[in-house]
């Protein structure tokens, strides 16, 4: 579960919650996707809600079980389909039609191609930025003293609550078949697969992982258990982690390179200044992988069997232990009757 802090940027990294993949030029996932301004995203989009800041470009459609928000200017190539409310921005363009189940609280100039049609309340006028209103809506319930309701406002905007992480992409990054450019460090989850080649501040992930590209940082690289690389592994002033079962296709160039004795490296690796051979996992966050969860299921039913077998032996002993009590007493028995006969 992502917490984030009152006061903290939630858009201050690249944030690949577990599970999400890459499905024929779309980006899928069961949580939220929030989007810093003047970013790019040439993948369809398809989450629970949809959060743009200012000048997002999308390069695909948007579907949205939840509500969506597109700022202004936002450019979106495709359709928007969504299952509760929309708010779209002034002078944002979609090229396809536009489906809102819920209302829709749409700006001035807005252009959609091919229409639009919503079930609720249709409202025109300039729907305020979505990071000015949380900025004013928290500000005031700060200012009343209202710091739990803020909270939950908070929680409930950035999908703190949700049983899914949302995916958090900065500000200005470039999301794409051939790359994820960003300036800020990315964190990818577990049970992923994606598309592109990474690049970052600082790059970790997670375990069983698939990447069909490169993964390259200016500080330090994390590759998880299991994990396969379909490219280089790259660090300029940083240094590389290979967990157990890793498989990187390609070279690995670090300042240190720390490699599991059971990874793999099909290229060459480049240390600048050593290389060494270890046995120990390299994340520090929780395993919630589909594996992890299969292994702790196996274990209880074989917990559960040998509590059984337990039982069984437990059972077995004690009944042992009754029958030998009733031949010592018939035994003791047997004796006193002989002992009365002889001395008759």
């Not at 949205?64 to 363009?93: P, T």
């Not at 917990?303 to 059984?308: E, I, K, N």
Request: glycine share 10%; charged share 30%; proline share 3%.
């Amino acid at each position: 579960m992502c917490v984030v802090q009152l006061g903290s940027d939630p858009l201050s990294e690249l944030a690949i919650p577990d599970g999400t993949t890459v499905e024929e030029h779309d980006l899928v996932t069961e949580g939220d996707v929030l989007i810093g301004g003047q970013s790019t995203v040439e993948f369809g989009v398809r989450g629970r809600s949809v959060v743009a800041d200012e000048r997002v470009r999308f390069g695909g459609h948007i579907e949205a079980e939840g509500d969506c928000r597109l700022d202004m200017w936002c450019d979106v190539q495709d359709n928007v389909l969504v299952g509760e409310d929309a708010y779209i921005g002034e002078r944002v363009h979609i090229g396809g039609e536009l489906r809102v189940a819920g209302d829709l609280d749409v700006g001035d100039d807005v252009d959609i191609e091919e229409g639009f049609e919503a079930n609720g309340w249709i409202v025109i006028r300039n729907p305020m930025p979505t990071i000015v209103f949380l900025f004013v809506y928290l500000s005031h319930l700060l200012r009343i003293g209202e710091e739990a309701a803020a909270k939950d406002v908070l929680d409930e905007m950035l999908g703190d609550e949700s049983e899914h992480d949302p995916i958090r992409i900065p500000r200005g990054a470039t999301v794409s078949d051939d790359a994820w450019r960003v300036s800020t460090p990315a964190t990818v989850g577990d049970d992923c697969r994606l598309h592109g080649n990474i690049r970052a501040k600082s790059l970790e992930v997670g375990r069983d992982t698939v990447v069909f590209g490169s993964l390259r940082a200016r500080q330090d690289v994390v590759v998880g258990r299991g994990t396969e690389i379909k490219g280089d592994v790259t660090t300029r002033n940083g240094d590389v982690r290979i967990g157990p079962g890793a498989k990187v296709w390609g070279d690995i160039s670090g300042k240190t390179v720390h490699l599991h004795e059971n990874a793999t490296v099909d290229g060459t690796i480049r240390a600048r200044e050593e290389m060494r051979m270890h046995t120990e996992a390299v994340l520090d966050r929780p395993d919630e992988s589909a594996a992890a969860m299969a292994e702790m299921a196996e274990a209880m039913e074989n917990g559960d069997a040998d509590d059984g077998d337990d039982e069984a032996t437990s059972e077995a002993e004690s009944k042992s232990t009754d029958d030998g009590a009733e031949s010592e007493e018939e035994t003791a028995a047997d004796s006193k009757n002989e002992s009365a006969e002889a001395s008759d």
